[in-house]
């Protein structure tokens, strides 16, 4: 059974994203989706300052097995990325909610985040997927 | 039944073990009106003796005297052992290193190409090979839009005379993605025109090639300087022969070209009509991910032994699809374990010799033919093994005159642009030897005649 | 020592001298463009790099030496005569720009492969230039999309492909700036008709098929496919991947096809290499027959000499593949071979390689094995799933696969396609005897066994090999690509 804060938010294409107190979104991958990955072996981070918008690839996370695009939970600029996955990627898998974030944005509407999935609906969906 | 091992007494038990009543009934699920077209315009069988009699004498037929023609492929001496051992069954029979506990032989190979092939290029890595250097330069121009995502403009720049070939198969790779590259701006003697290049505005990248298509060596170390400071990549077309002696793309300018491709026929490969040869593909470390095709690296099994598989494979067609960096599979393995083999018995020493060899004939070459009376010399620029030859009448016809004598004479140029239309591209490679080169004046001074 | 590589072999100075010609002189170039230091390659004796390379080439599997039952990829008996035939001098030494006037050897050659070609697929035209599979389908997809810009139809913007397609499809599509739109694969392994019709509109630019199928099964509403894609004003292309199975049998342009790629190196028996060369010719039906790739073959219509069509005969053309004409020797390879097996050998294939087909799925199901499509004929492939054995047992396809190597076969195609779980895809071709599939069978009951009994002896295996399994994921976070790295 994978791990859901239940202070996150959840993108249905596995991201979660976090509201500071200083306004930043703060965006990494779920546990459930670290998992279903296998060993990260890279993670393609976005360059600083870059703007998008909600729905848009933003990044890739690789493992031996599988690529997949992470798309912007929300509309923003990038602030600031997690350098040390470059050298440590596994720190996805180690530490999915924490040491293993990936980038944070300056959303343009905080409200966004209200479109995410809340943690128990995000559980949901991961167990109809388990499923299939 | 040639190359089928059924007995008729197999065929039978087969059929009863499967429960089919014959051949045909296999097909059962195919609509009847689809089933056993006619194939009459295709002749019979013949056995491999008559097959070979007959091959042979059409073979025959294309022997020719010596060959000045290179214009990206080249005659050189191939030693007996690359392709005695390349063409060992181990080699030729095997497939992709998909498991790679069975495949260790072809993936070491792949190795210890890729680590030969950045040493020759000056370049941090290499893939496995892609099908050649024309289709070759197209994968190169698509991994730098690819690294340039965010460029203001999808056009790639030529700089000096690139191979017209290779831009053509480039151009159809990448077209269909909105990219468009440019006519070669090329000067007066042969050589890139910088200044048509800066006013042709900001491009993704910028190709050169070295040598160029008319075997003249372009100034590569201020085309790198220009392309860094115009904030596009640069993507190197080398010969491999020629660096042997040539500075390394990974030295030129300031910070080397981004991107390094060209064909590897000059090592090791016949001719045979132009393939199958092998394109190259070299870049640097942080664009590894942006390189198509198979790449092998070097791990640990699980007792600890060195071993190597294929990396990297979630940029590949089979597991990213329709993301893929391309949709290429394999590469040219059995061109590459010649090309290995090759590289092997040169050492940067035979390299070096084969190299300056091919030069110094090529100005034997030139020298003889300048002698002729109405030929000269078209460029000014330094040559490598290619030089261009005005002949002062329409180089088709003289070749084709050259043709009858039965030597291959050089390429005529007006095929690829009319003001050329009296010149011919010739080249002498490590193998022509000095009767050869006065054959060859000596024909040219009949054909002129 | 059998993990040295050719450059730990090597000592400075040490050279290979038999094949290195006098030095030239270099003295009229330009300092500025020549090589500091020659390049770091090895530095060995002759006969150094001969017992090297001969090693390597002992640590591979290959089809001269064992069973090689991989899936969609045809690994059957490649010819020595065929080889032969390529190499003969005038070919080996022919330069690729000759004039026509010292080719005429070569280019009957090419147009009898084409004129052949024409015949097995039921097509109006052939192109040789493609380089391999992929560009074959790269080229395919691109006439399509010349052929609806020429027309001013530029709305079209999808193709098509099943869920169980190769990934080679999706990624062409891409190339050719089209959008992939997958539809689902049916329960027996037909494409799924319905969502097909769902699927099709004015925005489909064609669709990408393999008849039969990548799941080892013919489609058997291709005519129906074939009508309702042209009816939405799209085209169809061929994947020729799985030709073998029909070869003789039946042909893509009869089912209504507007363009199909052969793989050579499969269906026309040319040996895979290592992984390459290849060669992917296309064949096209009128519709396309403008847009066919350069450079091809033409035969002046006296019945005299041959010519290469080039830009000035094709307008209209997707344009050039490759430097020269693409895969030459392959070519030569496969007109060898389909000169010695002529029509009625070519029809064999098809049959032959059937019957092999579903001779080892009825053994192997007999034997207890699960079949994914148990009610269907086999092609010349079919898909064993070892879902049961990964939920009872915890052993793998993967597993499998790596234990059928210790027992001296070469594993079939593992995880493809990716809606079937656990699979394997086992292509045995006609080349195998009746012995060689027994033989098969008895390993897989025998590895079923050692599941049951000892499931670790599997899941650790191979045992017999150079080397155990590989640590992939070190190798992808650690990167080690050259001597140097």
């Given at each position: ?132 | ?49 008559t097959m070979l009699a007959d091959m042979a004498e059409r073979a025959r037929r294309d022997e020719t005297g010596p060959c000045f023609l290179g214009a990206g492929c080249y005659d050189h001496h191939i030693p ?104 070669p701006c090329v000067g007066a003697d042969g050589t890139a025109d910088l200044d048509a290049l800066a006013a042709a505005g900001p491009a993704a990248a910028v190709i050169v090639q070295q040598p160029n298509f ?236 | ?485």
């Open positions: 059974m994978s791990d859901t804060p239940a202070e996150l938010r959840y993108a249905a294409s596995h991201e979660w994203a976090q509201l500071g107190e200083d306004g930043i979104v703060t965006v990494g991958i779920s546990d459930f989706a670290q998992d279903a990955l296998g060993d990260v072996v890279y993670v393609e981070l976005p360059e600083p300052e870059a703007a998008f918008v909600a729905g848009e690839e933003i990044a890739v996370v690789e493992s031996v097995k599988a690529a997949s695009d992470i798309y912007a939970p929300v509309a923003g600029t990038v602030v600031a990325v997690n350098a040390d996955l470059e050298d440590a990627p596994e720190t996805v898998n180690a530490d999915p909610y924490g040491r293993g974030w990936f980038f944070k944005i300056e959303p343009l509407d905080p409200g966004q985040l209200d479109d995410l999935l809340s943690a128990e609906a995000y559980d949901a969906q991961c167990e109809s997927e388990g499923e299939a | 039944m040639p190359f089928i091992p059924h007995t008729p007494e197999d065929t039978e038990a087969m059929l009863a073990a499967i429960g089919a009543p014959s051949l045909d009934a296999l097909f059962d699920e195919i609509d009847p009106a689809l089933k056993d077209p006619d194939l009459s315009a295709i002749p019979k069988g013949v056995d491999e003796m007996a052992a690359v392709w005695d051992i390349a063409g060992r069954g181990e080699f030729l029979t095997a497939y992709t290193p998909y498991q790679a506990e069975a495949s260790q032989g072809t993936l070491q190979l792949i190795y210890e190409y890729q680590s030969m092939m950045t040493a020759l290029t000056g370049t941090e890595v290499s893939n496995a090979s892609v099908y050649d250097g024309g289709s070759g330069l197209g994968e190169a121009v698509l991994m730098a839009v690819r690294a340039r995502r965010r460029a203001p403009a999808r056009r790639v720049a030529v700089a000096g005379a690139c191979h017209p070939h290779y831009l053509a198969a480039a151009s159809t790779i990448t077209r269909n993605q909105g990219i468009a590259i440019d006519a008319y075997g003249a060596l372009e100034p590569v170390d201020e085309i790198a300087r220009w392309a860094a400071q115009a904030g596009a990549l640069l993507i190197a077309v080398v010969n491999p022969m020629a660096l042997g002696v040539l500075k390394p793309p990974g030295d030129w300018g300031d910070d080397g070209a981004d991107i390094v491709c060209g064909d590897g026929q000059p090592l090791g490969i016949p001719m045979a009509s132009g393939g199958p040869s092998f394109g190259f593909l070299c870049t640097r470390e942080r664009f590894v991910r942006q390189l198509p095709g198979r790449i092998v690296g070097r791990t640990v099994d699980r007792a600890g032994r060195t071993g190597y598989t294929l990396t990297l494979q979630a940029r590949e067609q089979h597991i990213r699809r329709a993301k893929a960096t391309s949709n290429i599979c394999t590469n040219q393995g059995l061109l590459v374990t010649a090309a290995t083999i090759y590289l092997a018995l040169m050492g940067g020493e035979g390299l070096r010799r084969t190299a300056s060899a091919c030069h110094a004939r090529t100005r034997e070459l030139v020298a003889a033919l300048a002698a002729v009376d109405g030929v000269r010399q078209r460029f000014a620029a330094p040559f490598f093994h290619e030089c261009v030859l005005d002949i002062g009448q329409p180089a088709d016809a003289v070749a084709a005159a050259l043709a009858r004598r039965g030597i291959v004479g050089g390429l005529p140029l007006g095929r690829f642009d009319p003001e050329l239309a009296n010149c011919l591209l010739v080249c002498a490679t490590e193998k022509r030897t000095a009767a050869d080169i006065d054959a060859f004046a000596a024909a040219m001074s009949e054909a002129l005649r | 020592m059998s993990e040295r590589t050719i450059f730990d072999l090597g000592r400075p100075g040490r050279r290979a001298a038999a094949q290195h010609p006098a030095r030239g002189d270099l003295g009229d170039l330009p300092r500025g463009h020549l090589r500091g230091a020659p390049p770091a390659l090895p530095e060995v004796s002759e006969l150094q790099a001969v017992r090297h390379y001969t090693n390597l080439s002992a640590k591979n599997f290959a089809i001269d030496n064992r069973f090689y039952p991989l899936g969609s990829c045809t690994m059957k008996y490649n010819p020595r005569g065929a080889h032969r035939a390529a190499g003969l001098p005038g070919f080996l030494n022919r330069h690729p720009l000759a004039p026509d006037a010292l080719s005429q050897g070569f280019l009957s050659c090419l147009y009898e492969l084409q004129e052949t070609l024409k015949t097995v697929t039921g097509m109006a035209g052939v192109s040789l230039a493609p380089m391999a599979g992929a560009q074959g389908e790269f080229a395919g997809v691109a006439m399509i999309r010349a052929y609806h810009d020429a027309r001013g139809d530029a709305e079209r913007r999808e193709i098509i492909v099943p869920s169980a397609a190769h990934g080679t499809n999706p990624a062409t599509a891409t190339m050719c700036g089209y959008r992939a739109r997958e539809v689902a694969v049916g329960a027996e392994g037909d494409v799924d008709i319905a969502e097909l019709k769902q699927a099709l509109g004015p925005q489909t630019a064609g669709i990408m098929l393999t008849n039969p199928s990548t799941c080892g099964v013919f489609e058997r509403r291709i005519l129906e496919i074939a009508d309702r894609v042209h009816e939405a004003g799209g085209l169809l292309y061929y994947d020729g991947a799985n030709l073998n199975a029909i070869l003789g049998k039946a042909r893509p342009g009869d089912m209504g096809f507007d363009v199909a790629h052969l793989n050579l190196h499969k269906t026309f028996a040319t040996p895979h290499g290592g992984g390459g060369p290849g060669a992917g010719p296309v064949a096209v039906g009128e519709r396309l027959l403008a847009h066919l790739p350069m450079p091809f073959v033409l035969r002046d219509a006296a019945g005299g000499g041959y010519r290469w069509a080039d830009e000035r005969d094709c307008p209209a053309s997707i344009g050039r593949l490759s430097a020269f004409m693409g895969n030459a020797g392959i070519l030569l390879r496969a007109l060898a071979y389909a000169r010695m097996l002529g029509r009625e050998g070519m029809r064999r294939v098809g049959e032959y390689a059937t019957l092999n087909a579903n001779y080892l799925m009825v053994r192997l199901a007999a034997a207890g094995f699960e079949l994914a499509y148990p009610e269907r004929r086999a092609s010349h492939e079919f898909l064993v799933t070892f879902r049961g054995e990964a939920k009872a047992l915890g052993i793998t396809a993967m597993d499998v696969a790596k234990r059928l190597l210790d027992y001296g076969c070469h594993a079939p195609t593992t995880y493809f396609p990716l809606l079937v779980p656990e699979c394997f895809l086992i292509e045995p071709t006609e080349t195998e005897t009746k012995e060689e599939l027994d033989a098969f069978v008895d390993a897989m009951v025998r590895i079923k066994a050692e599941a049951e009994r000892d499931p670790k002896l599997v899941q650790s295996a191979p045992h017999t090999l150079p080397v155990t399994r590989l640590d992939e994921v070190r190798a992808a976070r650690e990167l080690k690509l050259t001597n140097r790295a």
